[in-house]
């Protein structure tokens, strides 16, 4: 795993990572590198980035809210059950902002790619 990084030098590095448009698998190498979760502020940008969305981010401007996709009820309870998986020191509001998080980049990701949710 390498050296841990401290918490703040990680986050600096990360908004440096993400602020510079990188691909996923230098994202990937620098979370290896922290024991911390992703800052709420950023988890956004880190799913894009995961998902290839950074590069079309007019898919996230355009978006018009409406979570209607022909995988809709898959999307929310695969979501559901990973916020289930997440530490318990997370707080319900943190629960269901990352819920949220991931519904809307999965729906985005579907309607935009014409993907099938899997």
Not at 41 to 47: A, T
Not at 70 to 99: G, H, N
Request: with cysteine; proline share 2%; aromatic share 6%.
């Amino acid at each position: 795993r390498g050296d841990v990084l401290r918490s703040e030098e990680w986050q600096e590095r990360l908004d440096a990572v993400l602020n510079e448009g990188v691909d996923y698998g230098a994202l990937r190498s620098l979370c290896r590198h922290c024991t911390k979760s992703i800052p709420g502020s950023r988890r956004l940008d880190v799913w894009k980035v995961s998902l290839g969305l950074s590069r079309k981010s007019d898919a996230m401007q355009n978006w018009d809210g409406s979570f209607e996709c022909l995988d809709r009820d898959a999307i929310e309870e695969q979501c559901c059950r990973q916020v289930e998986r997440l530490p318990e020191d997370f707080s319900s509001d943190e629960r269901d902002a990352v819920c949220l998080d991931m519904r809307s980049i999965l729906t985005v990701y579907s309607k935009s790619t014409g993907q099938r949710f899997r």
